[in-house]
């Protein structure tokens, strides 16, 4: 693992990653939320013809954030100065799920979105009742119960990283979608209730030049994926 150190908007970040493999391409792949780089790496290291870069975002994993409350775009612009700092410029950028979003914002000429994030899903009753008891309740000074109520995602999270959260969890990306120029693929998961395989089916029509590939599994459906999504990369970039 090594570390690159650089500066943005006047704070200081640490950004753990990984570099494997070799070829003449370069794929960078950001993890999702909650997630880190050893996740996307175990699933995609056997890639064949490119240099692989594996980071840990600020806030996740081995990158620390303890004090910047940050969004998406913020986030877009620190691995853009990531990337800088290596001097690389990716030929594809490979996103799962909140990483999706930011790779996107990235703009590369390859995207790859695996259960990307950034079309919004309506919550269920039983979400939508308890976000409106907590809105009032606050108020009243219980935020101790927070646990009780916030996302699984959040309940471990410290200040920042909680609002930085809040800050993305609900983004409407269709106009950022429809905009990205670039190939795209998209890998999803049929039975992803995260990220449903309908969003997927929307992002596709909104990216013009995109191919979806509909794959058994889950939100982590790329897990047991691997060799289909890596031998699609392999011919189609």
Do not use: C
């Not at 000429?109 to 259960?115: A, G």
Request: positive net charge; charged residues 20%; hydrophobic residues 40%.
């Amino acid at each position: 693992m090594a570390v690159k150190e650089l500066e943005y908007n006047g704070k200081k970040f640490s950004i753990a990653y990984n570099l494997v493999g070799s070829g003449e391409k370069t794929i960078l792949f950001l993890h999702g939320w909650g997630s880190n780089k050893e996740i996307m790496q175990g699933a995609f290291s056997k890639l064949k013809g490119f240099k692989q870069i594996y980071i840990d975002m600020p806030g996740f994993g081995k990158s620390p954030n303890e004090d910047t409350i940050l969004t998406t775009k913020d986030y877009s612009q620190i691995i853009k100065l990531f990337l800088e700092k290596l001097g690389v410029e990716p030929t594809a950028i490979a996103g799962h799920s909140f990483g999706g979003k930011v790779a996107t914002l990235l703009n590369p000429n390859n995207l790859i979105l695996l259960s990307s994030a950034g079309i919004l899903v309506p919550k269920p009753f039983k979400i939508r009742a308890k976000i409106a008891i907590f809105k009032a309740l606050k108020p009243f000074g219980i935020s101790a119960l927070r646990k009780f109520f916030v996302a699984d995602d959040a309940k471990t999270m410290n200040h920042a990283m909680y609002e930085t959260f809040k800050n993305v969890v609900d983004e409407d990306f269709e106009h950022n979608f429809s905009n990205y120029q670039g190939k795209a693929l998209l890998f999803w998961g049929k039975e992803d209730s995260a990220t449903p395989l309908w969003t997927g089916e929307k992002i596709a029509l909104l990216i013009k030049n995109s191919k979806l590939y509909p794959l058994n599994g889950d939100h982590f459906f790329f897990v047991n994926n691997s060799a289909f999504i890596t031998k699609t990369i392999e011919d189609e970039i």
